[in-house]
């Protein structure tokens, strides 16, 4: 390594402490909304409205540089821009929408990996693994929107709501405190040099 690498990777490795912390408060996060009371409706919408205006204005972005399918990117970005809106206006009365666009979502998606699995197919060895996330997308989807008789009818889609954004930010935390770890490592390690 040279010197200027080796800087550079110090640099880099400073911030441990950040994702340490992020980490945490990531499964904190995850604790209010697995809880399922009324912190859980403000905690997911609050997620889902900030998650998806940044989602929508990250799409829009890879709209201005995608190949193709640019019209698919930018009715993705506007949509989600949308719901996050919506959701941070009317937290409490959108959790119900929020659980049908996330089904609904899920089944665009999978439709979407479904479709790129089989084009990818000459490309990419492990084009199956997008295949089956596809179909796991539609069929999760299908589950969240279906009529449930014993509630109302989106209620399929708010327990998914809740459970995946509580499982997503425990991910999300145990992934961060690793990389906080695996950071703080390679620093004690680059100040042996």
């Known amino acids: 390594m040279t010197d200027a690498m080796i800087e550079d990777a110090r640099t880099l490795t400073r911030g441990w402490g950040w994702f ?3 980490g945490i408060a990531w499964l904190v996060f995850a604790f209010f909304v697995l809880s399922f009371n009324y912190r859980t409706v403000w905690a997911v919408a609050l ?3 900030i998650g ?3 989602g929508g204005i990250m799409e829009l972005g890879i709209a201005m540089v995608a190949p193709g399918w640019k019209w698919l990117h930018i009715l993705f970005g506007v949509v989600a821009i949308l719901a996050g809106f919506m959701a941070l206006i009317w937290p409490g009365q ?4 929020l659980g049908a ?3 609904w979502l899920l089944l665009a998606y999978g439709i979407i990996d479904i479709v790129f699995a089989f084009m990818s197919r000459g490309i990419d060895d492990m084009w199956w693994l997008t295949l089956i996330t596809g179909l796991l997308a539609i069929i999760i989807g299908f589950w969240a929107i279906s009529p449930d008789n014993a509630t109302v009818a989106n209620y399929r889609g708010v327990v998914l709501v809740v459970v995946w954004v509580g499982a997503a930010a425990i991910l999300r935390g145990i992934s ?3 990389v906080g770890f695996r950071l703080h490592s390679a620093r004690k390690d680059l100040s042996s040099r």
Do not use: N, R, S
Request: hydrophobic share 80%.
């Open 20 to 22: 340490l912390a992020a």
């Open 47 to 49: 997620f889902f409205g």
């Open 52 to 54: 998806f205006i940044i």
């Open 94 to 97: 959108t959790l119900l929408v």
């Open 101 to 103: 666009i996330v089904g």
């Open 176 to 178: 961060d405190i690793i």
